[in-house]
Nanobody, 127 residues
Framework: VQLQASGGGLVQPGGSLKLSCGAS????????MGWFRQAPGKEREFVSG????????RYADSVKGRFTISRDNAKNTVYLQMNSLKPEDTAIYYC?????????????????????WGQGTQVTVSS
């Protein structure tokens, strides 16, 4: 499956952005999907994930209550709505498709569970 992330940009603290990740190729709906981010000088970290059905979701503690993940299997797209953005949310955001737990309600948080990765979209939170 090929993934294309979009929707990043420059936003002021407290603002909002909605990231999208479109998928093509193999059957999108069987994959769990995740969003990760990587800031300069830091390791890639899990942000949020959603099961193939959309029923199960997980969030990093740092984004709980501010970010919402969703998916539309008819459109082969997963979204990340980001509200109340903070400067520490600044990073390149990557979407990824999970092979390890595909078809289950388990949402992986480790990058190793995700085999397919998009190219990333830059999110900068600054005044």
């Amino acid at each position: 499956v090929q993934l294309q992330a979009s929707g990043g940009g420059l936003v002021q603290p407290g603002g909002s952005l909605k990231l999208s990740c479109g998928a093509s190729g193999r059957t999108f709906s069987r994959y769990g999907m995740g969003w990760f981010r990587q800031a300069p000088g830091k390791e890639r970290e899990f942000v949020s994930g959603i099961s193939w059905s959309g029923v199960s979701t997980r969030y990093a503690d740092s984004v709980k209550g501010r970010f919402t993940i969703s998916r539309d299997n008819a459109k082969n797209t997963v979204y990340l709505q980001m509200n109340s953005l903070k400067p520490e949310d600044t990073a390149i955001y990557y979407c990824a498709a999970d092979e390890l737990f595909s078809g289950t309600e388990v949402v992986g948080t480790a990058p190793i569970a995700y085999v397919h990765w998009g190219q990333g979209t830059q999110v900068t939170v600054s005044s």
